[in-house]
């Protein structure tokens, strides 16, 4: 069973970085396409970013921010996020574009002044 480990959240300033990490338990970037998901209080979880062999997409609302990517060697997901507004405020979660994979307990994500 894979696991997945979110961290990097944080309390930060309108403008300022974050870096989120999705480290899987074992290889699994060759098997699934890759995303992150975030969910603010009261709202759906919502598709944030992806990873495939293809290349990578992102919602309209963080395209220019936000970059995903991967180290294989390290079996780790990264989610760089810049120039953060407070509506990027959310829970982060990691897991397939299928969602098929148990999810991780996320991180917290507060941009706020």
């Known amino acids: 069973q894979v696991q997945l480990v979110e961290s990097g959240g944080g309390l930060v300033q309108p403008g300022g970085s974050l870096r989120l990490s999705c480290a899987t338990s074992?290889?699994?970037?060759?098997?699934?396409?890759m995303s992150w998901y975030r969910q603010a209080p009261g709202k759906t979880r919502e598709l944030v970013a992806t990873?495939?062999?293809?290349?990578?997409n992102y919602r309209d609302s963080v395209k220019g921010r936000f970059t995903i990517s991967t180290d294989n060697a390290k079996n780790t997901m990264y989610l760089q996020m810049n120039s953060l507004k407070p509506e990027d405020t959310a829970a982060y979660y990691c897991?397939?574009?299928?969602?098929?994979?148990?999810w991780g307990q996320g991180t917290q994500v507060t941009v706020s002044s």
């Open positions: 074992r290889s699994i970037f060759a098997l699934y396409d």
């Open positions: 990873i495939t062999s293809s290349g990578t």
């Open positions: 897991n397939s574009l299928r969602r098929n994979l148990p």
